[in-house]
């Protein structure tokens, strides 16, 4: 059984609240603990949101629950007048989350039977303490450079091994690959934009989050990567531009990573587009609608070089040769 650092945080937290809370005096020191529990969240962003929202709902509690129990009384008609008044408000506020917090506050002032000044500045220091720590603790959140670029690698091995199954397929139609690795791929990028987006709220104050562009970048590489496939695979008859074209996609499967030299390919992809036009004119519709899917072709993986050439600046001078996508 895995434990998350959430559930650290919360077990941590929670103690430290309570007998914060107890060492002061509150009688209301399980409330402290009870705050902190709601307050862990995932990521600092999402902290001093939270942290925000729970303040702003348990001082607007107090106001109403003052009022309320003071003018109407201490029963049940009480807490559903509160209710009706108090979300709406906290709506107004953009406080929602703060709901279940401020219903501690609410229901502390309710059980005392009758409100004091001493008991409603005991509430402001139990929200205090509950929120105060469950902030402090959020301020530590662990890397996820390690996972991210664990999922960096798996996802350009998958892309390079697409890139290679196009090959092998448009020389001989090889029917055998199931194309797991476009769902694997897809995955991947689907948990990649959670973690990256979690990267992104831990660093606030950062303006060059590298994994969220880059992942960003992979995914708009990924939808023409999908949209080649249909191109491929049905692709009518094979000639002598479609084998160049194979060993293009050949040779850029071997050169996927992180870098940038895209620079190199799309000059190759210029000159295949220039014996492209330097073939004769197709003379039955199959040969035409086979040119029309290797033009078609071509403007796909040029738009995807594009996209990683725009990404990050060159690595490659134009005098060098040297090929990586």
Known sequence: ????????????????????????????????????????????????????????????????????????????????????????????????????????????LYGSGHVTVSLIGEQFVVIIIG????????????????????????LEFNFSRILYEYSMYIRDENAMWQGKE?????????????????????????NEHTYYNYF??????????????????????TDAIAFKIADFFERLSQSVHPGNTAITFLEELKELRREFRSEDLPETQEEFETRAHLFQLLHEIEEYLIIKNKFKKSDVSPWKSSKAE
């Open 182 to 206: 476009i769902t694997a791929a897809e995955d991947i990028l689907a948990e990649a934009k959670q973690l990256v987006i979690r990267d992104r709220d831990n660093h606030i104050l950062r």
């Open 216 to 237: 960003k970048m992979r995914g708009r590489q990924f939808d023409l990567l999908k949209k080649m496939l249909p191109l491929v695979t049905h692709l009518p008859k």
């Open 1 to 108: 059984m895995k434990i998350g650092y959430r559930t650290i945080k919360t077990a941590i937290g929670t103690p430290i609240s309570i007998s914060l809370a107890q060492w002061i005096g509150l009688s209301n020191f399980i409330s402290a603990g009870i705050l902190t529990i709601l307050c862990i969240q995932p990521s600092r962003k999402s902290s001093l949101l939270s942290a925000w929202q729970r303040f702003v709902a348990c001082i607007t509690a107090v106001v109403f629950s003052c009022v309320i129990f003071e003018f109407i009384g201490y029963h049940a008609f009480s807490i559903f007048i509160l209710l009706l008044l108090f979300i709406p408000t906290t709506v107004a506020f953009k406080a929602t989350p703060g709901i279940a917090s401020s219903s501690v506050v609410t229901l502390n």
């Open 131 to 154: 929120i105060g720590v469950g902030l402090l603790l959020n301020l530590y959140m662990p890397s996820l450079d390690k996972k991210l670029k664990k999922l960096q690698t798996k």
